[in-house]
């Protein structure tokens, strides 16, 4: 029924080993007591709609389950359920004290299990796995091209992935991977032939394990956070038609404004056209088609921010890199067995490393004396599409709202023109005008600042700082991160309530700021997780 051998993705992350034989019993999605009603699910395995582990602790730990089958289904998308075959890639929650196995079977072969268990058949199964975990290291690939600028040289464009993930893992993220690589190669060729000029600045390129590799390499060598300046992260960059992709190529946070996005749309805008006159036409002067890819136009789409990959990790308040990251959203193959090399555009890998390629060796040559008025036409265009953003974000919301997301835009748009300026060395404004903490202030006016450790995006794969040391100090979960906001969610909500946090923007402002970005919030519940986040070390008031 499920073979590793065959499909790797069967057996559940974070599986211990077992070799057991007992009967299965179906108990829709796990998740509640409910699920378990009337039901002796001791010493047996359980069916579950849901993931393993969100089912382990309540099936195995509480009433005695042997092990988990789980046929949950992948992303919500608009195929999401379509596909009976699909089977999804599965997660046992990693510091779980009950331990045991789980594997992963498709919809198609769950509804078989399911029916026969409603009509009254005793099912056995068997299963055995050879699986554990063992302290490790992170190992983390980088390569460099040493920059021409003896006054430049120290500081880096890097080019980041993710190497890790389940088998197939093609888009996700082989894709990124092997494209950064070829950018790597190509840039190599072209300055060992002379034609490309060696670039001032050092350009590196980074293969880690995805967010915490990242995480923990920007804390073990904290030369390199200082040492770089730009990011250009790939992370699902080949999703062929099949798949259902939209290309994106994603902005910063609104807590850390950077024209580094603008120099990846103006590349990408360039790739939109000639693509698209190719198609159209069968004729353009850069069609960027691969001979075994497909000629469908990119139709790349400038997207506001999102999280889910290492570029919220250089982007964190901890590190303040700005990140270009370039992804496919939707896949309606990822974290399944069909995330598959067929799937993979060669057309879209070759129009993906172009844009990377393109924007970090113009961020790598960018000095003083080059600086043109390409970057100051870049920025009008920019500000017109912000606008654009903004007055569609502010229908329907009050006029006090308006009024705040007109000011937290305006901010964005002065910052990504200050940060060309500081890219080129002058010091960046650190002032927000704001009033630091008095005696008995206000909720609004509390001013809070991270602490120089822990550094980094609180929760990566499989481990939550906050959770864990909220639960150690007594500390109740906050509201915020359970919060749903317009066109954000209390994990989004979280990130930039942090980065927000500088010492100098008041809780009032903090609030005004997050909410522009991801829909109005109460006030209290920012002041509740600054608070909470206080007890726990991760920021402190400013007095």
Known sequence: MASYEAEPIVLAEDSESADVTADLADVGEGTKESDYAGKDV?????????????????????????GIVS????????????DENLIRWGHLETFSPNKTFAFMVSLQT????????????????????K???????????????????????????????????????????????????????????????????????????????????????????PEFAKRIKAVVHMDMVGGGPETKAVFHVTRGPMSLPSFVHDVAWAFAEFVNEESYKFAATGKAEFPL????????????????YTLGSDHQVYQ????????IYLNDWPDRYIHTNLDTAANIDPTKLKRAAFIGAASGYFLARLNVQNASSGLELSSEARSARLAARMFS?????????????????????????????????APRSTSSGTRLNANN???????????????????????????????????????????????????????????????????QKIRDAVSAEYGPVPLELVVEYLLAAEKIGVVEQVK
């Open 42 to 66: 001791k010493g047996k395995i359980v069916l579950v709609s849901a993931q393993p582990g969100a089912v382990q602790d309540l099936a195995v730990g509480k009433f005695g389950a042997a």
């Open 131 to 221: 699986a554990g975990q063992h302290a490790g290291n992170y190992e983390v690939v980088t390569a460099a091209i040493r920059g021409a600028d003896r006054q430049l040289q120290d500081e880096e464009i890097a080019f980041s992935c993710h190497l890790d993930h389940q088998r197939p893992g093609a888009n996700d993220n082989a894709s990124g991977c092997v494209t950064i690589l070829e950018v790597a190669r190509t840039l190599q060729k072209l300055i060992a032939e002379g034609k490309l000029a060696r670039p001032a600045r050092t350009i590196r390129f980074i293969w880690p394990p995805e967010i915490e590799g990242t995480v923990t390499l920007l804390n073990a060598k």
């Open 441 to 507: 202030a206000k909720p609004g006016e509390l001013v809070f600042a991270r602490t120089a450790t822990p550094k980094g995006p609180l929760e990566v794969f499989g481990y939550d700082y906050f959770e864990e040391h909220r639960r150690a100090a007594g500390v109740a979960t906050p509201k915020l991160l359970r919060y749903e906001g317009l066109w954000g969610a209390g994990e989004e909500y979280a990130y930039e309530v942090l980065n927000f946090a500088d010492g100098q923007r008041n809780t």
């Open 289 to 304: 088609v691969a001979p075994e890819g497909g000629k469908e136009p990119l139709g790349a789409a400038d997207s506001a």
């Open 393 to 425: 974000r502010i229908r329907g919301l009050s006029k006090a709202e308006e009024a705040s997301v007109n000011q937290v835009f305006t901010d964005y748009v002065a910052g990504s023109d200050e940060s060309l300026q500081a890219f080129l060395g």
């Open 316 to 323: 964190d308040s901890s590190f303040g890199i700005p990140a």
């Open 110 to 129: 769950a509804r078989r299990l399911r029916e026969r268990l409603a009509q009254g058949e005793e099912i056995r199964l068997h299963a055995v796995a």
């Open 71 to 82: 046929y949950a289904q992948n992303q919500k998308t608009a195929w999401w359920g379509e």
